[in-house]
């Protein structure tokens, strides 16, 4: 017996597809009998499932089971939530592998998996080796077993336990009906204060807006109560919790580098000179301010599970991806869960005296973005688009990091250009100090891209 995926459900860093239309629940037993018999030959046999709460979920959760049960691994069902609360799962039962059957900030018809194998994210050749020892049928036979083992109750025991304010705060939460719902509204009615919790109930057809707190018009319903309440801040969450938003207390929206220079303001009070990871989409000023703070700023590849494996190889505390990842290792195990740093957060803001979530925004150094800017480029092309930028570049003196892509520094700010890992595009983002350098930052980007035969759109 062997199995073959559709050519586009295994990617670089979790494995999706359209349920009925590219992923089926054969694929999801594939994809258990393969990782499992993974786990088995590599000594282990202890497996933690769970499920976020969209309606394809519990049956691709079930095929998942049958096939890490028929590949002789012992199942730990820890039901319906976040991803982060599988991670935390795994790392409480000591499980050899963990995996989370999530469509992420993805269209209701869309769904996947999330991985992690002794303790570390299972991405890019791991991912691919699945493929090639399901299509050639070369995994174990074996008789396990499956059993429900919920941690719900100790994962919001755990998240409270690092609270930390002193003073109560007025907060809204936008679960936008992903499975970060129910826990959010068991913290809401455990912190201290006044919590008002935006559709908090799970349902996976997202009847009130897509979430995804990246994207400012998810974020309409939690800027209009915060503002309406008169609350202290806003937290959004995307679908499966891995990834959060924060908007103050006037309504503006702060973006991952922000909420990151925040939390890490805080940690370098107890953890000076610790190193902190952001990807290489954060603005100047993140870099700007950890140095300022006394910490030693670190610029990462973009995609979760890079950072993670990045923070690990360097001992980073913390670290964060502008897409609203934020992963503490300090007190914590050091994986993405926006839950977690919802309460770090809140426990910083209740403990500020004479400052606001929107007074501290304020005091950071104002820059001028572009928001994230989309070419389409074929698949085969994109790298070597950005090879050729990188010679240009390098022929003519510019200051050039290319830990990921092209960052170009300049004097009037800086801007990027990278080859997404997941689609065929390539991705850029300029910042400068002011409009005129914006200006002049986006006419060098498209030079390059035109130099290199790349469309710009109208
Ligand atoms: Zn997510």
Known sequence: ????????????????????????????????????????????????????????????????????????CIVSKVGRGPTPMLYYAAKLRGADGGIMVTGSHNPPTHNGFKMVFQGKPFFGPDIKNL????????????????????????????????????????????????????????LARRLPGTHTVLFGDIDGT?????????????????????????????????????????????????????????????????????SIIADVKASKVFFDEVARLGGQPVMGRTGHSLIKT?????????AGEMSGHIFFADKYYGFDDALYAAIRL???????????????RDKLPHMVNTPEMRFDCAEER??????????????????VNAIDGVRVDTDDGWWLLRASNTQAVLVARCE?????????????????????GVALPG
């Not at 707190?213 to 939690?222: F, S, V």
């Not at 990045?310 to 913390?318: N, S, T």
């Not at 994109?382 to 200051?399: D, M, N, P, S, T």
Request: hydrophobic content about 45%.
């Open 382 to 399: 994109k790298f070597q688009v950005v090879a050729e930028v990188k010679e240009r570049l390098a022929a003519a003196g510019a200051r």
């Open 206 to 274: 997202f009847p009130n807006h897509h979430p995804d707190p990246t994207e400012p018009h998810n974020l309409r319903a939690l800027i209009d109560e915060v503002l309406f309440s008169r609350a202290h801040l806003g937290l959004a969450f995307d679908g499966d919790g891995d990834r959060i938003g924060v908007v103050d207390a006037e309504g503006r929206i702060l973006w991952g580098d922000q909420i990151l220079v925040i939390l890490a303001e805080d940690l370098l009070k107890s953890r000076p000179g610790a």
């Open 310 to 318: 990045q923070m690990a190889e360097i001992g980073a505390p913390l």
């Open 346 to 360: 809140l426990g910083i803001v209740a403990r500020w005296q004479g400052e606001t979530l929107a007074s501290r």
């Open 1 to 72: 017996m062997n199995h073959t995926f559709h050519p586009t459900i295994l990617r670089e860093y979790d494995i999706r597809g359209i349920v009925g239309e590219t992923l089926f629940a054969a694929d999801a037993f594939a994809i258990g009998k393969a990782f499992g018999s993974r786990v088995r030959r590599a000594g282990g046999s202890t497996v933690c499932v769970g499920w976020d709460g969209r309606l394809s979920s519990p049956e691709l959760a079930a095929a998942l089971v049958d096939g890490l049960v028929s590949a002789g």
């Open 432 to 452: 400068a100090a002011s409009s005129e350098g914006l200006k002049r930052l986006r006419a060098a980007l498209e030079a390059q891209l035109t130099a290199s």
């Open 131 to 186: 493929g090639e020892l399901t299509a050639a049928g070369d995994w174990l036979d074996g008789q396990g077993s499956a059993a429900d083992e919920p941690v719900f109750d100790q994962y919001v025991d755990r998240l409270l336990a690092d609270y930390d304010g002193t003073h109560p705060l007025k907060v809204v939460w936008d679960c936008g009906n992903g499975a970060a719902g129910e826990v959010a509204q068991a």
